[in-house]
């Protein structure tokens, strides 16, 4: 009979601790639970744009981007929008060809009202777009709104220095805001790569001709300051063939004849094909032709040997980091050949 309640004593023991074990799993669960919710909340981090310090939502909703330089990344990574200016963006861009994207228009005539009709917690400009950031600010209050804007223009002492830092900032500032950062710094270094890769392969003595064709037309795009072609003459060491007082840094390129090309007798061509990406166009003639049309050019070193290279067909509506690392891959190639 002892040894009966013994038993009935030491049992109703272990159930106690089996109790005690479970109340006290139920409770680690609820606080791993409760810090899993907690991490999970609202994140900022605080970005440097061409105004100052900015705070910024992780992963944040509702986005609108008007910076050609960052719609591949986006993409690339799966970023949903709300809104784009489809207008001057490549036709077969996703944010295009999406009906639930709304479409904000070109920089000449934007409907600003479509940003706020979105209620964007990020609104991304630059480039086209840069000049419309107060306005974007009183229109969108409550939004963060970040400038990644580049300097090459005429008025900077370091347009390459600013291309390059611009890429690997504003690519590392998206990578921290939609939590791609390793996406981000595999860019950066891409880009690094390319870059050595395209120094080395120049002799140091090559002259370049760097050109914008347009219309059937080819205008002359100045070195050192201006889109695509201009900063990469201070980032590579490049020796212009040609120099031209008063350039500008039309998108078209400066009028300068052919001859003036033919003479300057440029060992390389350097070519953007401005119409190529453009919708709706009428008089576009591929950059291609026009060169290998043009009876000037054909005794010219460049021409004669065959050293020319074109930029991305899709470079003048797409200037991110991806076009410039194959742009830059596409030179180091062709200049090691």
């Given amino acids: 009979m002892g040894n009966f309640k013994l ?18 799993n139920v409770t680690s669960e609820t606080e791993t639970s409760g810090q899993t919710e907690n991490s999970t909340e609202s994140k900022t981090v605080e970005v440097t744009d061409a105004h100052g310090t900015v705070t910024v939502p992780v992963n944040p909703k509702n986005v609108v981007a008007l ?13 949903e929008l709300a809104a784009v ?26 409907n600003l009202e479509i940003i706020a009709a979105v209620d964007p917690e990020l609104v991304i400009i630059g480039q086209r777009f840069s000049g419309y950031y107060d ?34 900032e504003t690519t ?20 690094d790569q390319a870059i050595e890769k395209a120094k080395s392969a120049y002799n140091g003595t090559d002259t370049m001709m760097s050109v914008i064709v347009s219309g059937g037309d080819i205008g002359f795009s100045a070195p050192h300051s201006g889109r695509v072609w201009g900063p990469l003459y201070d980032i590579f060491g490049w020796t212009s063939a040609l120099e031209v007082d008063n350039t500008t840094t039309d998108h078209q390129g400066d009028e300068i004849s052919i ?64 076009t410039f690392i194959e742009l830059f891959e596409s030179i180091a190639n062709s200049l090691a050949k």
């Fill in 7 to 24: 038993t009935i004593i030491l049992g109703i023991f272990v159930l106690l601790l089996v109790a005690c074990s479970n109340s006290n």
């Fill in 67 to 79: 910076d050609n330089r960052t719609f591949e990344t986006l993409a690339d990574w799966n970023i």
């Fill in 85 to 110: 200016p489809k207008a001057v963006m490549v036709a077969d861009s996703p944010y295009v060809t999406d009906e639930n994207v709304q479409d904000v228009g070109n920089h000449r005539e934007p």
């Fill in 135 to 168: 306005d974007i600010k009183k229109l969108v209050p409550n939004a963060a709104v970040i400038d990644l804007n580049v300097d090459v223009s005429e008025e900077t002492s370091a347009p390459g220095e600013n291309l390059v830092n611009g890429f690997k």
């Fill in 172 to 191: 590392l500032t998206l990578g921290q805001i939609f939590d791609k950062n390793e996406a981000a710094e595999q860019l950066v270094t891409d880009l």
């Fill in 259 to 322: 001859e003036a090309i033919a003479q300057s007798n440029p060992d390389w061509i350097l070519v953007l094909d401005r119409d190529a990406p453009i919708s709706g166009e009428t008089d576009k003639v591929p950059a291609q032709d026009v060169i290998d049309s043009s009876p000037a050019l054909q005794n010219t070193t460049a021409v004669s040997k065959g050293q020319i290279v074109y930029a991305p067909m899709d470079t003048y509506l797409n200037e991110s980091v991806q």
